[in-house]
């Protein structure tokens, strides 16, 4: 089971970015893949997830209107577009998938999630 992260990057407030998140292994499938950051010195923030049965979605505030999370399936792939980027922004961004059955109101949990990629470093600079 492997989540390779990639697409992050260095842009400048307003800017955009899409990063991907290409799951292999999954032979048992998966029941979410989320998106997660993580800054200098805070705790890991869930930021967006998908849902595989339904392709329901979930956003944190920080990001409702500006990121949009889609998947596609035929390339084991999942997005985060990231669009209008603010400083607050910067992180490194991971990706992560879950096997368990996971209630709405806790998708954005990193808890509820069992693997993780290696993240990939956004910087948006002022």
């Known amino acids: 089971v492997q989540l390779v992260e990639s697409g992050g990057g260095a842009v400048q407030t307003g800017g955009s970015l899409r990063l991907s998140c290409l799951a292999s292994?999954?032979?048992?499938?998966?029941?979410?893949i989320g998106w997660f950051r993580q800054a200098p010195g805070q705790e890991r923030e869930g930021v967006s997830c998908i849902r595989n049965r339904d392709g329901s979605t979930k956003y944190a505030e920080s990001v409702k209107g500006r990121f949009t999370i889609s998947r596609d399936n035929t390339k084991n792939t999942v997005y985060l577009q990231m669009n209008s980027l603010k400083p607050e922004d910067t992180a490194v961004y991971f990706c992560?998938?879950?096997?368990?059955?996971?209630?709405?109101?806790?998708?954005?949990?990193?808890?509820?999630?069992?693997?993780w990629g290696q993240g990939t470093q956004v910087t948006v600079s002022s």
């Open positions: 292994g999954f032979t048992l499938g998966y029941t979410a």
């Open positions: 992560a998938a879950s096997r368990r059955g996971i209630i709405t109101s806790t998708m954005l949990n990193s808890y509820n999630y069992n693997y």
